[in-house]
Each structure stands twice: as C-alpha cells, then as structure tokens.
T-cell receptor, first 114, second 113 residues
Framework: EAGVAQSPRYKIIEKRQSVAFWCNPI?????LYWYQQILGQGPKLLIQ????????DSQLPKDRFSAERLKGVDSTLKIQPAKLEDSAVYLC????????????FGNGTRLTVT | GQQLNQSPQSMFIQEGEDVSMNCTSS?????WLWYKQEPGEGPVLLIA?????ELTSNGRLTAQFGITRKDSFLNISASIPSDVGIYFC?????????????FGKGTLLTVNP
C-alpha cells in the first residue's frame, strides 16, 4: 500500500511571501489531517477533513492559513503571507475514519521562513 | 484544551537495556497511540490501543492503555541502536472536536552501542 505523499520536501521563503503544500492521502482514506510540527515539539493539528468537508479547523490561523480538499482526495495547505514563526515541518496524515482508526503520516514539508 | 504530559523528555541508554516511557492526560481518552519519528521523516505508528487496560505488544515493544483512561506507557526491551528516535504518545477522545488527536512533546531516545 502506497503511503501518504507530500510535496515539496523542503521550501525556503522570505517573510510575507506565500507558499503552498500538497498532500495525497492513502487510497480509500476518508479523513485527512494537516499538522504543524515546530522543532522540539509534537505535531499540532491545524485542520481535519472528512471527505471534502472540514471537521475541525479550530487551531488554524485563518487570517493567513487556508486549506482545501475539493474532490475529497488530494489536499493543499497555503500560507499567505508567511511569518518567521511559521517555520516548521508541515505533516499530512490520513486515516480510514475519524475515530478508532490510526493516522498514517507523510514525511512532511520542512518550511523555513527567513 | 486537552493536555498530554510525556516523560521522560530524553533518555540515554546502553544497547541491551530496557526502556520505559509514559504519558498522562488531564482528560479521558478512548484511544492511545504510540509513534516513532526519525529525522526527516513523519511519525510512524508503533502500537494502537483502543480499550482501557489493554496490553499490546509489537516485537520488543509493549504498550498499555491505563485503567483510568488518562495514561499509557511504552516499554522497549533489549534496546538496539536502531531504536534511536523520538517517541510520541497521542490520545484521542470521542465526539465532536474531541476526535482530535493530541500529541505529547516526545521522548528522545539515544542508544549507545
């Protein structure tokens, strides 16, 4: 079974620029998550999708972050404009269903904002 | 929000030693998960626990879901150099936003050959 695919692996941008990350979940997984992992910390949930609908975006900084999963499969996460504190690894994960179903993570995109 | 306390923060051990780490929560969880993360990679699932009191093994790894549903531990027996990495616990509640998976801050494990 192919895992969760993410791209790009690395991105370096200047503050106030915009950036987008892409995620392709495991085939058949209805639930998709975007997590932010700051160095030395555990992943923090930004947004959770069930098919193409948002289940939880309570910790998403909506003034600068946006995400979509239009056809219920692939997803993109965008930051515009970026701030220095957005430097982190952005992890995408998917699961079969929203509960009692383990999350499988991609390898993440490491974002550096200078 | 839900808080997870994971300890210890880091461990330095000799190859062959056993390791124990644990997580405690201020809230009740219905699911406990243990992940391992190596540099440049995403977390990889080690063990999933779905029932209070459940004890599950995966090779040299053993994890338990605490009876109070507010804690879990992970043991690694006879450690080897490839066990090096950051181990995260994660808990999931039930209903609405409590389905959100909350992660601990991780335990950094170093194994000296």
């Amino acid at each position: 079974e192919a895992g969760v695919a993410q791209s790009p692996r690395y991105k370096i941008i200047e503050k106030r620029q915009s950036v987008a990350f892409w995620c392709n979940p495991i085939s058949g997984h209805a639930t998709l998550y975007w997590y932010q992992q700051i160095l030395g910390q555990g992943p923090k949930l930004l947004i959770q999708f069930q098919n193409n609908g948002v289940v939880d975006d309570s910790q998403l900084p909506k003034d600068r972050f946006s995400a979509e999963r239009l056809k219920g499969v692939d997803s993109t996460l965008k930051i515009q404009p970026a701030k220095l504190e957005d430097s982190a690894v952005y992890l995408c994960a998917s699961s079969l269903r929203p509960s009692n179903s383990p999350l499988h993570f991609g390898n993440g995109t490491r974002l550096t904002v200078t | 929000g839900q808080q997870l306390n994971q300890s210890p923060q880091s461990m330095f051990i000799q190859e062959g030693e056993d390791v124990s780490m644990n997580c405690t929560s201020s809230s009740i969880f219905n699911t406990w998960l243990w992940y391992k993360q190596e540099p440049g990679e995403g977390p990889v699932l080690l063990i999933a626990l779905y029932k209070a009191g459940e004890l599950t093994s995966n090779g040299r790894l053993t994890a338990q879901f605490g009876i109070t549903r507010k804690d879990s531990f992970l043991n690694i027996s006879a450690s080897i150099p490839s066990d090096v990495g950051i181990y995260f616990c994660a808990g999931q509640g039930s209903g609405g936003s409590n389905y959100k998976l909350t992660f601990g801050k991780g335990t950094l494990l170093t194994v000296n050959p």
